[in-house]
């Protein structure tokens, strides 16, 4: 099936930890997005990439740090910079300036 | 101001109604529209786009109005599986996506 998929669905950090939730479509989309939802509040831009081994920053990227080394994958690292880091984190792709589908996200607490 | 914004509701209404959801956008730069649905602790699911003619799909129908800088979302015969939180997006020239906080419908038996 075609679709995108993230892993971990639920995830845990420790004070002082890196993490990495796991983006992978198999859409052969151009254009990944990692975006953060807090209760109440609309989607925030975190980064995209609209190429491979290319990555722009988004509304709030402080604290966190991507890489796009496949053009099937986009992980996102939660960095320990990243003070307030529980959120739902979502994962998208689209063709280029088109619609953007989503994976089922990751929820992310601290410990 | 918010790039976009939605009455965050929630609504309630019984089966069987019509509701409507307005958004406004700041940005006169924003081309194109869409409204997503978004169900508890899910991911956001396109609903359908939004064009200046206006486009209907089933119960639901879409208005752009680029004069007034708003998106309206009309939904008839409401049913108990449309209660989510409806998503109102506007897309500027290349990747930037602006979402709205979104507007909570509960519909009622």
């Known amino acids: 099936d075609g679709g995108i998929t993230q892993s971990p669905k639920y995830l845990f950090r420790k004070e002082g930890q890196n993490v990495t939730l796991s983006c992978e479509q198999n859409l052969n989309h151009d254009a990944m997005y990692w975006y953060r939802q807090d209760p109440g509040q609309g989607l925030r831009l975190i980064y995209y990439s609209q190429i491979v081994n290319d990555f722009q920053k988004g509304d709030i990227a402080e604290g966190y740090s991507v890489s796009r080394e496949k053009k099937e994958s986009f992980p996102l690292t939660v960095t320990s910079a990243q003070k307030n880091p529980t959120a739902f984190y979502l994962c998208a792709s689209s063709a280029q300036g088109d619609i953007q589908y989503f994976g089922a996200g990751t929820r992310l607490s601290v410990l | 101001r918010k790039e976009v914004e939605q009455d965050p509701g929630p609504f309630n209404v019984p089966e069987g109604a019509t509701v409507a959801f307005n958004c406004t956008y700041s940005n006169s730069a924003s081309q194109s529209f869409f409204w997503y649905r978004q169900d508890c602790r899910k991911e956001p699911k396109l609903l359908m786009s939004?064009?200046?003619s206006g486009n209907e799909d089933g119960r639901f129908t879409a208005q752009l109005n680029r004069a007034s800088q708003y998106i309206s979302l009309l939904i008839r015969d409401s049913k108990l599986s449309d209660s989510a939180t409806y998503l109102c997006v506007a897309r500027l020239r290349g990747f930037k996506t602006i979402f709205g906080a979104g507007t909570r419908l509960f519909v009622k038996a």
């Open positions: 939004v064009y200046s």
